[in-house]
């Protein structure tokens, strides 16, 4: 009579299942991180292009960076914190449709204002977007900014290294670069967006001004408050 195996967990299986644990571990450090551990990651889309054209940005009468046309009728003030999540989807995802239908159809333009409360690693991303719009590119760093936003705020992924990282990678002059982000006159106007956000009433991000009206949120909903605002101003021209 052939006598019967005893029954039990094998230590192949616990190796295997040891293996597919670490595996786990290791890509939930890997997204947690923002995805790279060599460097920034690239932004799978852009602002400018599509329904936004290249040619339409520049820097608004007050300083600040802006996309669309110059002289459209209507300004809309986005105030926003890089390491705010519902700033990026509202970039990534929710805005598409109305970028499409106002800001490059010349109906409006939309002014980046920073409102930069989250930590010391906003007001380092913030420094960075200025010293790009003095390059020309602030809507390209502002693409990479957002794409390498981690889960944890603060924990190093808009460090100067890697803000430094990105410049280089969108062509910005790293030393001219470098030397902005070190000038007090950034920092300077990192903080004029916030007395000028604090004095707006905005106190959540992303958040949008048209004309005296404040839109708080930039989910789908919020979209369609924040049409509805622009085509209020229009009527109003």
Not at 18 to 41: E, K, Q, R
Not at 121 to 133: I, R, V
């Amino acid at each position: 009579m052939a006598k019967r195996k005893k029954q039990g967990i094998s230590w192949q299986l616990i190796g295997i299942a040891a293996v597919l644990a670490a595996f786990f571990l290791m890509g939930l450090i890997w997204l947690l991180s923002g995805g790279s551990s060599d460097g920034p990651a690239t932004p799978v889309s852009q602002s400018l292009g599509g329904d936004v054209a290249e040619d339409m940005h520049g820097i608004h009468d007050d300083g600040r960076p802006f996309m669309g046309d110059p002289d459209a009728p209507v300004v809309v003030y986005e105030f926003a914190d890089w390491q705010c999540p519902h700033c990026r989807d509202f970039s990534q995802t929710y805005s598409k449709g109305f970028k499409r239908d106002y800001i490059g159809s010349g109906k409006a333009k939309l002014v980046w204002v920073n409102f930069a409360f989250l930590g010391d690693e906003s007001n380092t991303a913030a420094a960075a977007g200025f010293c790009a719009a003095d390059q020309g590119e602030f809507w390209a760093m502002h693409d990479w900014i957002f794409e390498n936003q981690t889960a944890v705020n603060n924990d190093g992924a808009y460090n100067t290294e890697r803000l430094t990282s990105m410049a280089e990678s969108i062509g910005l002059d790293t030393e001219v670069f470098a030397n902005c982000m070190s000038d007090p006159e950034t920092i300077a106007r990192v903080q004029a967006d916030r007395d000028f956000a604090t004095e707006t009433g905005v106190e959540s991000t992303p958040s949008f001004l048209i004309g005296e009206t404040l839109v708080a949120g930039g989910g789908q909903a919020e979209v369609l408050d924040l049409s509805t605002a622009v085509d209020t101003a229009l009527a109003g021209e």
